[in-house]
């Protein structure tokens, strides 16, 4: 069997080109793979090809747009995108060559972004899967161009993948009928080192990652550790670092706001967050709709305990106070409370080693094996 992937970006450090690249290795091993990117900067081919995998460039739009703070920019946006759809018809017709051309058995989308490939693959008459990673509302304020009906008939051709329960009832309640599963991502659980690092002194060293935005609630952890340095733990230092990249105006407008204290360091898009995280002592997820919560696993993989907001897929992977701690979303006196109780290293290290354990049970392999399950069965 033949399975044609379409990526989203060309971004490889995205959570979603991450976790696509760990499957195409291990898929490449037993299927012939190729994989589809688009004509935009990034290096995601490049890692590709190192790989020895067959990569094919064609220009694609996503189906979706970011939501504008003005109204001008948001008409401005959703006519610019209405456009891309009407080009993406273009798009269509040139993959269902390539599907007939390549022989494909299988077309599998890896975000919820892209829709245009699961029209070619039901106008070539062949298996479609589509990996749904995101909310696209909740998560990252994206408006969906198709109407409703249209992407409705998206969901109901082939087969759904979910990165989480919350995932899969989201899309339940936009297609009753749908065909969806839950796979939760998996990690190559031999590239973490679980490192408990005591506190030295009255310091504690906090670690958020993620895209700045709003919904990843890097405001929620400025205004929590400004309370636990200033009101709750005087006597006690936290610093709060922040990695990732996104929306500059929102973090320095945040910062401004709590006074630009000096324990807040944005440390802009990191390349190796294995050096970070050897120097933190546990790590915030702030975000108020995490869909599934890579990074929570790799902290846990990394011996950081994790404090998350009680929602979503975080919600799924933290068991509250055995392997990480939860906080009432977008409380950020709860968060302040709880990062409080990190003060007691008997306490870290416990929700420390309970949370490695449990992190490693989800590896890429299990995540392989499922998979491949599932597209072993789309033809019976």
């Known amino acids: 069997m033949k399975i044609l992937f379409v990526t989203h970006n060309n971004n490889e450090k995205s959570g979603a080109n991450r976790s696509?690249?760990?499957?195409?290795e291990r898929f490449n091993k037993g299927y012939e793979v190729v994989v589809l990117v688009n004509k935009t900067e990034g290096n995601l081919p490049d890692v590709l090809e190192k790989l020895g995998i067959q990569v094919v460039r064609m220009r694609y739009w996503w189906s979706c747009v970011p939501t504008r703070s003005s109204v001008a920019r948001n008409v401005a946006v959703i006519s610019r995108g209405y456009l891309r759809l009407l080009q993406n018809e273009v798009a269509v017709r040139k993959l269902v060559k390539l599907i007939k051309d390549e022989n494909i058995?299988?077309?599998?989308?890896?975000?919820?972004t892209i829709t245009f490939s699961s029209r070619a693959a039901q106008k070539a008459n062949v298996a479609h899967v589509w990996?749904?990673?995101?909310?696209?509302d909740k998560d990252f304020n994206f408006r969906r161009l198709l109407p409703r009906s249209s992407f409705v008939n998206r969901l109901n051709y082939g087969k759904l993948i979910a990165v989480s329960n919350s995932i899969s009832d989201y899309y339940k309640g936009i297609s009753s009928s749908c065909d969806i599963e839950t796979v939760y991502n998996g990690l190559d659980i031999s590239l973490f080192k679980n490192k408990f690092i005591p506190r030295v002194d009255n310091s504690l060293n906090l670690l958020i990652v993620g895209q700045l935005s709003k919904n990843k609630g890097q405001d929620q952890a400025i205004k929590a550790v400004k309370l636990f340095n200033e009101k709750y733990s005087p006597n006690y230092k936290a610093s709060l670092f922040i990695a990732g990249r996104g929306d500059q105006y929102f973090l320095q407008s945040e910062m401004k706001k709590a006074g630009s204290p000096y324990y807040i360091h944005y440390l802009g898009q990191v390349e190796n967050l294995a050096e970070v995280r050897a120097n933190m002592h546990a790590a915030l997820v702030c975000s108020s709709s995490e869909a599934f919560g890579r990074?929570?696993?790799e902290s846990m993989l990394s011996g950081l305990p994790v404090i998350g907001?009680?929602?979503a897929?975080?919600?799924e992977l933290i068991i509250n106070g055995m392997n990480g701690l939860l906080?009432?979303?977008k409380d950020e006196n709860d968060l302040a409370l709880k990062i409080h109780m990190l003060l007691d290293d008997s306490l870290r290290k416990r929700l420390s080693d309970a949370a490695f354990l449990y992190a490693s049970n989800f590896s890429?392999?299990?995540t392989y094996d499922d998979i491949s399950t599932i597209i072993i069965n789309l033809d019976k």
């Open 20 to 24: 696509i690249i760990s499957l195409i």
């Open 105 to 112: 058995g299988v077309v599998y989308t890896n975000t919820s």
């Open 131 to 136: 990996h749904l990673r995101e909310f696209g």
């Open 295 to 297: 990074v929570t696993l």
């Open 309 to 311: 907001a009680d929602t």
């Open 313 to 315: 897929g975080t919600g």
């Open 327 to 329: 906080y009432k979303n």
């Open 364 to 366: 890429i392999s299990h």
